[in-house]
C-alpha cells in the first residue's frame, strides 16, 4: 500500500478534503457528548518541532491521546538532528518506531526529504512555505458557521507568507476566489500563484481587497525565522492593520480569521480580536478536531 502523507493541501482531492472536514465536525460532536473513540490504542506519533508552538503541539499530542495512543514531543535542540545527523537517517530511524510523524520546520524540502525517507504517514506542522493543518481548521470553521465556501471571495491581509501560499492552494482546493493585498515586496510566491487556476489576484490596496467580500484573513507580519526583520517589516505593513474599520467594506455577514499568535496592535488591533465578526478562537479549538480528522484518514484504513 503507498504511504500517504500531508504535506500540502494538494497532496489530498479535493473530495478527500470535504470529506476530513465533515469528519472533522463529527469527530468534535463526538467529544462534546463524552464519547469515547480510541481507534488508535498503541499507536505512536513522533512530534518533531524545530520551532516554537502552542496550538500545534498541544492540538497533535491531545488529539492522540483522545484516539487511544500516544504522542512524543522531540525539539531539534535535544536530538542529534539539531546535531546535524542527515534528514534521512533520522526519517528512517524515526518511521521504523512510530506509526506517524508529524514536523514544523524551517525548509519545505527538509519535510519533502523526510516523507521520501518514512516508512510512514509525516504531516508537515509549518513550514517556511506551508501551514496545510492551519487551513483544515479554518475551513472547518468557515463551514460550521457558514456553509461551503465554494464561490466566496476570501481576503488576505499582509505578508505573502506560508499561510498566505496555503490560502493560496485552499483556493484551488476548495473552490473560492482569493484577493491577496500586500506591500511590494511581500507578494507570495509567483509559481505558487500561478498554479491556482486565476482563482487568486494580487493587488496592494487593502481597503479595495476587502471590499465585497466573506472572509478576511491575516496572520503576523514577521514570521518565526524573520526575527531579525521585525523593525522593518513593522514600517513596511503600515496601513495593512485588519480593524472593525476595515471589516466594515465586507460583506455584512463577513468573518475574520487569524491563526494566532495574533500581535494586537500590529497586523490586528485589539478591537479587531474583540469583534463578534472574529473567529480565532474558534479556528484555534478546530486544530484538534482537524488534526484528529487528518491522522484518522492517514492511519485508520
Ligand atoms: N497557529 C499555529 O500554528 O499556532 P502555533 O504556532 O502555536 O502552533
Ligand atoms: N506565519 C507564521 C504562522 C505561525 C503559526 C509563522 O510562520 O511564524
Excluded at 489530498?12 to 463526538?30: G, N
Excluded at 518506531?97 to 525517507?117: C, G
Excluded at 480565532?280 to 478546530?286: G, K, L, R, V
Aim: glycine share 6%; proline share 4%.
Amino acid at each position: 500500500m503507498t504511504i500517504r502523507h500531508f504535506l500540502t493541501l494538494k497532496d489530498l482531492t479535493s473530495d478527500e478534503l470535504s470529506t476530513l472536514i465533515a469528519r472533522a465536525i463529527e469527530l468534535k460532536q463526538m467529544r462534546n457528548r463524552g464519547e469515547l473513540y480510541e481507534p488508535l490504542k498503541n499507536r505512536v506519533m513522533a512530534m518533531i518541532f524545530e520551532k516554537a508552538s502552542t496550538r500545534t503541539r498541544v492540538s497533535f499530542e491531545a488529539g492522540m491521546a483522545q484516539f487511544g495512543g500516544h504522542a512524543m514531543f522531540l525539539s531539534s535542540r535535544d536530538t542529534q538532528l539539531g546535531r546535524g545527523e542527515p534528514v534521512e537517517d533520522t526519517a528512517r530511524v524515526i518511521s521504523s518506531m512510530v506509526d506517524i510523524v508529524m514536523i514544523r520546520t524551517f525548509s519545505h524540502e527538509s519535510v519533502e526529504t523526510f516523507a521520501n525517507n518514512s516508512r510512514v504517514p509525516v504531516i508537515n506542522a509549518l513550514t517556511d512555505s506551508f501551514h496545510p493543518c492551519q487551513l483544515l481548521a479554518d475551513m472547518q470553521t468557515w463551514h460550521e458557521k457558514r456553509g461551503s465556501i465554494q464561490g466566496k471571495t476570501v481576503v488576505w491581509i499582509g505578508d505573502g507568507n506560508n499561510m498566505c501560499n496555503s490560502y493560496i492552494n485552499a483556493a484551488e482546493q476548495f473552490d473560492f476566489k482569493l484577493r491577496v493585498a500586500c506591500p511590494k515586496g511581500f507578494e507570495p510566491d509567483a509559481d505558487i500563484v500561478a498554479a491556482s487556476d486565476g482563482r487568486v489576484t494580487v493587488l496592494e490596496n487593502p481597503q479595495e481587497a476587502v471590499t465585497g467580500s466573506d472572509l478576511v484573513v491575516t496572520d503576523v507580519w514577521a514570521s518565526m525565522g524573520q526575527e531579525e526583520e521585525q523593525r522593518e517589516r513593522l514600517r513596511a505593513f503600515t496601513g495593512y492593520q485588519v480593524t472593525p474599520e476595515l471589516m466594515d467594506l465586507a460583506n455584512s455577514d463577513a468573518l475574520f480569521m487569524h491563526c494566532l499568535p495574533a500581535h494586537r496592535g500590529e497586523e490586528v488591533s485589539a478591537s479587531m480580536m474583540d469583534d463578534p465578526r472574529c473567529v480565532a478562537f474558534d479556528e484555534a479549538e478546530n486544530r484538534l478536531h482537524a488534526q484528529k480528522a487528518l491522522i484518522e484518514f492517514l492511519l485508520v484504513p
